[in-house]
T-cell receptor, first 116, second 114 residues
Framework: GENVEQHPSTLSVQEGDSAVIKCTYSDSASNYFPWYKQELGKGPQLIIDIRSNVGEKKDQRIAVTLNKTAKHFSLHITETQPEDSAVYFCAASFRHSGGSNYKLTFGKGTLLTVNP | EAQVTQNPRYLITVTGKKLTVTCSQNMNHEYMSWYRQDPGLGLRQIYYSMNVEVTDKGDVPEGYKVSRKEKRNFPLILESPSPNQTSLYFC?????????????FGPGTRLTVL
């Protein structure tokens, strides 16, 4: 089955700096890679995702890059703010034709702390 | 408001006492899943359901049961809970429509088995 490794497990940055979280996956058939943000006491919430037919996707201060050959993908947050502090999870899945990404394999998470 | 709801949010029980955690979604999603979250292990899938009356095991199904009699509901059943099932549980749902298949998570149920 799929295995997703995520690094680092904790990351502390100063407000305004950039933060990068990296993940690798094992199953070359995986074709969907979402990132989730989990705030204290809440369920994970999707912040950005990328499918295997693109190499980069950006949404305001957040970007994700995908290298299919190396089987790794990364989350980039620029101009970090204290409200970005949370646990971030990467995930991978294989979306069957006519199906959905119902089986996500998650990384172990990164606790991001943005210091004011 | 589109949402996934879980009940109860917190539960303390004793070993062997059967319990059910309910999950309901109002988005008419075909797919529903249960995950457990443990420190240092991330989220691991317990069971998933592709539609009514269709369920399958995830990565850690031992000690759990599920049912999908209605599209909106996907209860998680622990017939004989044990302390190693103490965890934070999340229900999630998603559509099968390509491009709309984001998984939406509930708020979580924190279970303690004594």
């Amino acid at each position: 089955g799929e295995n997703v490794e995520q690094h680092p497990s904790t990351l502390s940055v100063q407000e305004g700096d950039s933060a990068v979280i990296k993940c690798t996956y094992s199953d070359s058939a995986s074709n969907y890679f979402p990132w989730y943000k989990q705030e204290l006491g809440k369920g994970p919430q999707l912040i950005i995702d990328i499918r295997s037919n693109v190499g980069e996707k950006k949404d305001q201060r957040i970007a994700v890059t995908l290298n299919k050959t190396a089987k790794h993908f990364s989350l980039h947050i620029t101009e970090t703010q204290p409200e970005d502090s949370a646990v971030y999870f990467c995930a991978a899945s294989f979306r069957h034709s006519g199906g959905s990404n119902y089986k996500l394999t998650f990384g172990k998470g990164t606790l991001l702390t943005v210091n004011p | 408001e589109a949402q996934v709801t879980q009940n109860p949010r917190y539960l303390i029980t004793v070993t062997g006492k059967k319990l059910t955690v309910t999950c309901s979604q109002n988005m008419n999603h075909e797919y529903m899943s249960w995950y457990r979250q443990d420190p240092g292990l991330g989220l691991r899938q317990i069971y998933y359901s592709m539609n009514v009356e269709v369920t399958d095991k995830g990565d850690v199904p031992e000690g759990y049961k599920v049912s999908r009699k209605e599209k909106r509901n996907f209860p998680l059943i622990l017939e004989s809970p044990s302390p190693n099932q103490t965890s934070l549980y999340f229900c999630a749902s998603s559509s099968r429509v390509r491009g709309e298949d984001t998984q939406y998570f509930g708020p979580g149920t924190r279970l303690t088995v004594l």
